[in-house]
């Protein structure tokens, strides 16, 4: 061999020997991933989206429980005393378990008002918002307007948005990474909903009756009328004298579809269903209701799924 091709062996050998280093070798983002935990599966599929493999993330809640009641098994409290930022819905959505766990991780990153404290209901628009003073004699009412305000694509977007702003402030070597994840979320948001609400838009001013009030942004983006809830008040379990007015009122309005959230008791959905002659569809609130809806986009492919085949005139 000359001793050129020598030198250049020796050179390409020490290339080839530095690309595999940089492979295996954990770069400086991957050593300080930041570690994420949210209440609900929703939210930590946002923070999925725009903080990719930089975080680590978990919900505490999964995407077939109840968010208003969840038990957090011990677990949980470990991941909260390490984590670096606490996503939750706010809205008092949490109000029956999320404190006393934030107070008992001793984290102080994560108590309210601490930069790793994000209320995700700041960045959206919320509705329902109560007027005057409200008792809990009215149910388990949210005095500050109803907290399942995810299901509005704009307010997707706009979480996932003070999502990536949030984890820049926290990871400022990563905020170009976080702002170009979320552009790319926005792009496919955008894309998919153009597609959602050309599917939707035979369906505009469709009358539905929901089990809980889960509903309402879904049914304002997309034009749906929320006429009745089989809940007489919100948590309140469903009465007799309640679900014979609701059946009236479905058959007066014409109304065909009672969506119910897939954590309730079928009993009485199905009884209004057989007397209104509607049908029963059980939707997902949430990302992970069912295994294979594994994020935000899909949960809504699936739900406009749903309700198109319902509201389908053969049904
Ligand atoms: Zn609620």
């Not at 102080?108 to 994000?118: K, T, V």
């Not at 948001?189 to 539905?208: F, I, T, Y």
């Not at 009030?213 to 009328?225: I, Q, T, V």
């Amino acid at each position: 061999m000359k001793k050129r091709q020598k030198i250049e062996c020796t050179m390409v050998a020490l290339l080839a020997w530095t690309v595999f280093c940089a492979m295996v070798a954990p770069t400086a983002a991957e050593a300080k991933k930041l570690m994420v935990v949210t209440s609900t599966t929703d939210m930590a599929a946002l923070a999925q989206e725009v903080g990719g493999d930089r975080i680590e993330v978990e919900s505490i809640a999964k995407g077939y429980q109840d968010p208003h009641f969840v038990e957090a098994k011990p677990s949980f409290l470990l991941r909260l005393r390490r984590a670096d930022l606490l996503i939750h819905v706010g809205l008092q959505l949490e109000i029956g378990w999320l404190p006393p766990l934030i107070t008992q991780s001793g984290n102080p990153r994560i108590q309210m008002g601490a930069p790793g404290n994000l209320d995700a209901s700041r960045f959206a628009e919320i509705l329902e918002i109560a007027q005057g003073t409200v008792t809990r004699a009215e149910g388990d009412v949210h005095p500050f307007g109803n907290p399942h305000y995810w299901l509005d694509p704009d307010n997707g977007r706009r979480i996932a948005r003070g999502i990536a702003n949030k984890l820049a402030d926290l990871d400022p070597g990563n905020s170009a990474f976080f702002q170009q994840r979320f552009q790319d979320f926005d792009k496919r948001l955008s894309a998919a909903e153009q597609k959602w609400d050309a599917d939707m838009k035979p369906w505009r001013g469709r009358k539905v009756v929901t089990y809980h009030r889960s509903f309402p942004n879904f049914a304002k983006h997309f034009g749906l009328d929320v006429i009745a809830y089989v809940e007489p008040r919100p948590g309140i379990p469903p009465t007799p004298g309640h679900t014979i007015e609701v059946i009236q009122l479905m058959k007066r309005e014409n109304c065909k579809v009672v969506l119910v959230e897939p954590y309730f008791d079928l009993k009485t959905p199905q009884s209004i269903g057989r007397e209104a002659g509607a049908q029963v569809v059980v939707y997902l609130p949430s990302v992970g209701g069912e295994k294979q809806v594994t994020n935000y986009i899909e949960l809504f492919n699936h739900n406009i799924g749903l309700l198109i085949k319902a509201f389908q005139p053969n049904h």
